[in-house]
């Protein structure tokens, strides 16, 4: 097979030879760590170490060159200053190496020279069809086969132990710091990867390329930008179908964060808010640090046991039980409700002084009776609502059989298929569970946000995913402006579909009365021009006006500050609606992520007290109802001091159809803002609205979609 040919997990992971230019005989440096750990950690092909200055490398013959060796290498370690990356780089495009990692750093991290010197590998190795990784890459490690090309400390100070675990990071040291955490929980990792500038191979790619391997069970990710979505959404889709869950840290939350991220790799960090959604979207969970990873990834692996949010909690301490109790309720995780033939069964078993409800206090007597556990167990496997245990021995020493109590839950693991985990604050406690295999943390809130995470993430991945739903072109007036007027946007949404407030487009003061008394009632006025976006920055909204002197005074102030801004004066009439809640409803188009959509809370103050959620289509009428739940403001559309319900099925409904919109008009639509769109107990119509064009698009596009729209009313 030649290099292109051969699956990129392949290359990383299955090289025939190996060559490390720049090898070192010094084990503790850059270029001697890869030499060291090939031949360390039993990799079975052959390794060349380059050294034109050395006869000999770590005992292995060294060569002056990449050409004087006796065969191409599949693989090519660069380990040297940064001027000389670029000549080896050429002699492995020119020699057919398949992949080269390169550890040297000096490039796009570094400013504008190290971009452009970045962008020239490249180049190289496109032509040749060679990948690149890095550079400034830590490098790859494969613990299964021995491939391990990379010169972190910490395989040494932790020795591997191969495993189900995917460890891919833009971020060398992160990569070492999360193999660090997991080795020292016993968990064996297979592959540790860093990618580090991503001139060419990214993390999203290596989590597509390590997808391959059938035995991997958990994929955990560092990602300080993500330049490739496509590649992550199909990695995703991958994972989903083979049943392997991806966890990731995307770094650059902050301003600050993302500055850093920009100098750590040379890597842009995109819009947050947008990257949740996101990464929600396609079933990733977003972790906020190394630790929340390490204490969840243990859940994770125990894939043959069950795990619902119903929890139990046993304790030989009555403050166990309520402090859990306590922090259940905080991250909503019911507290199973035992039958009345389980609570009676629990009490059976325990002292007249314990609690057979839920929490199931055991008391002191546990040390003098360490078979109650597997009378309490007994009972409980008969109930269905208890999906999950959380045992807390915060007090376990002598007179307490820790090794009767752990076969004896391990024993209802195997016999139930239900996971039980185990918590206490001493390693020694904790000793015999884990040697069971039995999930164990060092206190209950570890434990409860562990199982709230995981089943979460559990749920996010077995939605079903909604499907694009038909809609309609939307063709916009002519012009070049970057917005649509009121009028205009709201007269383009209504040929959509979308509820919009009637209105009347106005040029005079005459027009504006007349279109008043046709209404009959108190009226909207409002500036109106392509030119004014935001009305209400100006003092150019007028409400309630129900006098033609009032009619005439807001037409006037509208009129001159628009002739003052060199505006066509203009106005929009609409009659004064009532209702229950203002919402605000927006979506934009990413250059990234493609289409995202906003519900908030609505009104001018929007920005100052921020009350929203994003979601990313396609999407349903129930992921919009509980994207809704999460906002502060949704307990008052359950009705609130006395007031009935407001429904908020058409403004999840809006939110659909407005998603579908974009999907089938993301050509010429860059954003969409609803604001207010004003409810009602059981109906809503948009009062505002503002279309921004897309441009850049090329100048036959509108006329093809107006051709199109012809065809689709014939």
């Not at 020699?95 to 990692?101: D, H, K, L, T």
């Not at 507290?335 to 055991?362: H, K, M």
């Not at 959509?597 to 396609?618: F, Q, R, T």
């Amino acid at each position: 097979m030649t290099a292109t040919q051969k699956s990129l997990l392949t290359l990383l992971t299955q090289p025939a030879s190996v060559a490390i230019i720049g090898a070192s005989d010094d084990k503790n440096k850059v270029g001697g760590r890869p030499v060291d750990y090939l031949r360390r950690f039993g990799y079975p092909g052959k390794i060349y170490p380059i050294n034109p200055s050395r006869e000999c490398v770590q005992g292995l013959p060294a060569y002056a060159s990449l050409a004087q060796l006796p065969e191409t290498p599949d693989m090519a370690i660069i380990a040297l200053a940064g001027p000389a990356v670029s000549a080896s780089i050429q002699a492995c495009a020119e020699q057919g190496v398949g992949v080269a990692v390169i550890m040297s750093s000096g490039f796009a991290e570094a400013g504008d020279e190290g971009k452009e010197a970045q962008r020239r590998l490249m180049e190289t190795a496109a032509r040749a069809g060679m990948r690149l990784i890095g550079p400034n890459s830590q490098g790859t490690a494969d613990f299964h086969r021995g491939t391990v090309a990379n010169f972190s400390t910490m395989f040494k100070q932790l020795p591997p132990q191969d495993g189900p675990v995917a460890v891919i990071s833009q971020s060398g040291a992160t990569s070492a710091a999360l193999y660090t955490l997991l080795r020292e929980q016993d968990i064996g990792v297979r592959y540790v990867m860093a990618t580090g500038n991503e001139a060419d191979v990214t993390v999203s790619e290596l989590a597509y390329a390590a997808l391959e391997d059938p035995a991997l069970k958990v994929l955990v990710l560092y990602m300080e930008s993500i330049k490739d979505p496509e590649m992550l959404i199909k990695a995703a889709a991958l994972a989903r179908e083979r049943g392997v869950p991806i966890i990731a840290i995307k770094a650059g939350r902050s301003k600050k964060g993302a500055m850093a991220a920009q100098s750590h790799t040379g890597a842009l960090s995109g819009e947050d808010d947008v990257i949740d959604a996101f990464l929600r979207q396609h079933g990733i969970w977003r972790a906020s640090d190394l630790h929340e990873i390490a204490q969840t990834l243990p859940l994770y692996l125990k894939q043959a046991a069950h795990i619902g949010r119903k929890l139990v909690v046993i304790s030989n301490s009555g403050s166990s039980c309520v402090m859990s109790a306590d922090l259940a309720d905080t991250l909503a995780l019911p507290l199973a409700e035992l039958s009345a033939s389980t609570q009676s069964g629990v009490a059976a078993a325990l002292a007249s002084y314990a609690t057979s409800t839920n929490p199931i206090d055991l008391t002191a007597t546990l040390m003098s009776n360490s078979a109650l556990l597997k009378d309490v167990f007994d009972t409980l496997k008969q109930d269905d609502e208890a999906q999950t245990l959380l045992v807390s021995l915060p007090v376990a020493g002598e007179g307490y059989d820790l090794d009767l109590m752990a076969e004896h839950i391990a024993a209802f693991e195997r016999e139930s298929r239900r996971m039980v985990m185990v918590s206490s604050t001493l390693e020694s406690i904790l000793a015999p569970f884990r040697r069971l295999g039995i999930v164990t943390f060092k206190g209950e809130p570890q434990a409860l946000r562990a199982i709230d995470q995981v089943t979460r993430h559990h749920a996010l991945l077995q939605r079903v995913p909604a499907r694009t739903q038909e809609a309609p072109l939307i063709i916009l007036p002519a012009g070049g402006g970057t917005f649509l007027s009121e009028a205009d946007s709201l007269t383009a949404l209504a040929a959509a579909g979308l509820p919009v407030v009637s209105h009347t487009v106005c040029h005079t003061v005459q027009d504006a009365i007349a279109a008043w008394k046709t209404t009959g009632g108190p009226v909207v006025l409002k500036a109106c021009s392509d030119k004014l976006p935001h009305k209400s920055e100006y003092g150019l909204v007028f409400l309630n006006l129900n006098t033609e002197a009032g009619i005439q005074a807001a037409a006037k102030q509208c009129e001159e500050t628009m002739q003052a801004m060199d505006i066509r004066p203009g106005y929009v009439v609409s009659p004064m609606e009532t209702g229950r809640w203002e919402m605000a409803l927006g979506a934009r188009n990413d250059p990234n992520y493609g289409p995202v959509v906003m519900l908030s809370d609505g009104g001018k103050y929007i920005e100052s007290m921020p009350d929203y959620c994003l979601l990313m289509p396609p999407f349903s009428v129930e992921d919009v109802r509980q994207a809704i739940a999460g906002l502060r403001i949704a307990p008052v559309f359950a009705g609130a001091r006395g007031e009935p319900p407001i429904a908020i099925e058409p403004l999840a409904d809006m939110a659909v159809r407005l998603s579908n919109l974009m999907l089938r008009n993301e050509d010429v639509i860059a954003s969409v803002d609803l604001n207010p769109v004003l409810l009602s107990s059981d109906k809503l119509v948009v009062l505002d609205a503002l279309i921004e064009r897309r441009h850049g698009l090329k100048p036959d596009t509108q006329a093809a979609r107006q051709a199109a729209t012809a065809l689709l009313t014939d």
